[in-house]
């Protein structure tokens, strides 16, 4: 956050340069300072959706965590089996619930339910 904050206050400073040129070349008269506040707002209004939008949260709705067991019981059927589990992906977060490690089999059933609530993930993707 602080960051970003930080990011922010670069960004008013980058305006500076627009306002000082306008108000040097125009004058500081009302319609100069528009102008300026024209000029600047054609060329931030991008730069904030980078600051504060678009890119980033996309990018981490890309994210999609999971958590691996190489040995262990399913909590569905108790095979032994190499286990995983999904613990969060763009529309699903399970990080704070008791962990549920499913088998190969329980785990391709439990991804097509959540697929019918909506929740896709890469690996249904991918097959
Ligand atoms: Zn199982």
Request: hydrophobic share 45%.
């Amino acid at each position: 956050m602080l960051k970003r904050f930080f990011l922010y206050v670069f960004r008013w400073q980058l305006s500076t340069p627009i306002l000082w040129l306008v108000v040097h070349k125009l004058g500081v008269g009302l319609s100069a300072t528009i102008i300026a506040n024209l000029i600047g707002a054609g060329i931030f209004f991008w730069v904030d959706i980078f600051i504060f939008g678009g890119r980033k949260s996309k990018k981490s709705e890309g994210i999609e965590l999971w958590h691996l067991k190489e040995d262990g019981r399913c909590g569905a059927c108790g095979k032994k089996d190499s286990l995983w589990r999904l613990v969060k992906t763009a529309n699903y977060d399970r990080s704070g619930s008791k962990a549920v490690f499913l088998c190969p089999d329980c785990s391709r059933e439990k991804l097509a339910e959540l697929k019918n609530k909506g929740i896709e993930t890469a690996y249904q993707q991918a097959r």
